[in-house]
């Protein structure tokens, strides 16, 4: 396949624009930044379609451009998916996770793991966590309920990035200092 015929898959994460380097794991991409441009893949169309859609799918806002930036194929990633329900999302009111609950009772739970205490359990997120400052013991319930723990950002060392797809092409990695 011709070179002008590659395009790349511009992923925006926190307000920023950064290109698609490869899957990391199943549902991470590998990012890079605009000043490491030339570590983001070049793909071909098909291919491009095929995982833009997979990040899209994963939650990621992808889209597929030309080197010289124009976008490509917007009607098609953007096409409605067949409707489904959305799961029930967890939520974090002041650093203590929030469980949604499964069918058929359904609901919000906080739980405290490790110990021998039963979750507290309400229809919303924010009448669970009032029940918690609400119960009788909530100075000992707060300091041993589930907390919050961010996930780490997918956003990597451009050098990293550089060195990993130098290591893959040629199966070693040049010392600078050999020239």
């Not at 229809?123 to 589930?146: F, G, N």
């Not at 451009?158 to 893959?168: K, T």
Request: glycine share 8%.
């Amino acid at each position: 396949m011709a070179a002008d015929n590659r395009v790349r898959i511009i992923v925006m994460y926190e307000g920023l624009r950064w290109f698609f380097v490869r899957m990391d794991s199943p549902n991470r991409p590998l990012l890079a930044d605009f000043e490491s441009i030339g570590s983001a893949a070049l793909l071909s169309r098909e291919s491009a379609v095929a995982l833009c859609k997979r990040l899209q799918e994963g939650g990621w806002k992808a889209r597929i451009e030309t080197p010289s930036g124009a976008v490509l194929y917007e009607e098609t990633l953007t096409t409605p998916s067949p409707v489904k329900t959305p799961d029930p999302q967890n939520m974090t009111v002041a650093g203590i996770l929030i469980v949604a609950g499964n069918p058929p009772r359904g609901g919000f739970y906080i739980r405290f793991p490790g110990t021998q205490i039963e979750s507290l359990w309400g229809s919303t997120p924010e009448e669970t966590y009032q029940r918690l400052l609400d119960h009788p013991l909530s100075a000992d319930l707060i300091k041993v309920a589930e907390k919050y723990i961010a996930p780490e950002p997918p956003i990597v060392d451009p050098r990293e990035i550089q060195r990993s797809l130098q290591f893959e092409r040629r199966g070693r990695i040049r010392r600078p200092d050999l020239g």
